[in-house]
């Protein structure tokens, strides 16, 4: 699963339908190691996102690491494309032991310090270097709730873009 990131449902929505109509996902370099940009993933089952993202939206408010909005895609698919899962560890010392083209798979992770503990292994994150392209068939979309599926469905009438609409492998809403 790929999350957006937006300040707002609004604006999170507007990143969801520009990478459904590039049919690509472009990478960042936000939190990573090493200087490849990266599109992020996460094995995670969609109820431990949900309640993930219902707990950030109640303790942190505005200030969520992801919005309800994204695409699922098989994880062979993210494979073939040359996607690999991260490797959890102290990242000072991974970068001891791994070559600097592999620095884009470290995440930090660190149970030492009860009050700064740093643990990401719940997403299980995969990445793949650069960028994501897909094609319909091979997605689903990801919405909040219901009247952000009928706002997608109206939309991809109005835009004609109904071969999104007739070609996704199917619509999940979060709610």
């Avoid at 919005?67 to 699922?72: T, V």
């Avoid at 690999?84 to 995440?107: C, D, N």
């Avoid at 219901?146 to 004609?160: S, W």
Wanted: proline residues 3%; charged residues 30%; glycine residues 6%.
């Amino acid at each position: 699963v790929h999350l957006t990131k937006a300040n707002t449902d609004e604006d999170a929505f507007e990143i969801l339908w520009k990478i459904l109509t590039m049919k690509k996902l472009i990478g960042g370099s936000g939190y990573i190691n090493g200087h490849i940009p990266v599109c992020c993933f996460q094995e995670t089952p969609l109820i431990s996102i949900a309640e993930t993202l219902n707990y950030e939206e109640q303790i942190r408010g505005n200030n969520v690491r992801y919005s309800p909005f994204g695409i699922r895609v098989i994880k062979g698919n993210i494979y073939i494309s040359g996607g690999r899962p991260v490797i959890y560890g102290k990242a000072e010392e991974l970068k001891k032991v791994l070559p600097s083209y592999e620095w884009w798979r470290i995440v930090d992770f660190d149970l030492e310090d009860k009050e700064k503990i740093i643990d990401w292994t719940h997403e299980r994150e995969w990445r793949i270097k650069n960028e994501y392209s897909f094609e319909y068939p091979e997605i689903e979309v990801i919405l909040k709730n219901g009247t952000y599926y009928k706002r997608f469905v109206q939309r991809c009438l109005v835009e004609e873009k109904t071969d999104m609409l007739a070609r996704i492998n199917s619509i999940i809403t979060i709610s």
